[in-house]
């Protein structure tokens, strides 16, 4: 079953949303504590993990049918990453 566009740009909205959320809330609370290099080193690692996540759920999203056996310790990491980025969005005050 293909990943149908609807989901693939919801999915996309969400992770801009939480890449948002995440690197406002670090901004703010490291400014003027670090150099330009540190802070772009910090948002490097941020955006190559959250997009690592959402490439992750991409191919999940797309290799999932009727017939696939999920692999609840990977579901189970997913959950909890998605648990984390919720609690970052309520710090930075966003939905």
Excluded: C
């Excluded at 909205?13 to 948002?20: E, F, Q, S």
């Excluded at 017939?67 to 998605?82: E, K, M, P, Q």
């Amino acid at each position: 079953m293909a990943m149908s566009v609807p989901v693939r740009n919801f999915l996309r909205a969400r992770r801009d949303r939480a890449l948002g959320s995440i690197l406002g809330v670090l901004e703010e609370d490291l400014k003027g504590k670090i150099t330009k290099a540190e802070w772009d080193d910090i948002r490097g690692t941020v955006l190559d993990g959250v997009n690592g996540y959402h490439d992750a759920v991409l191919d999940l999203m797309k290799s999932e049918d009727d017939t696939s056996v999920r692999n609840d310790a990977i579901f189970d990491l997913l959950t909890d990453i998605s648990n984390q980025l919720g609690t970052a969005r309520r710090r930075a005050g966003t939905p």
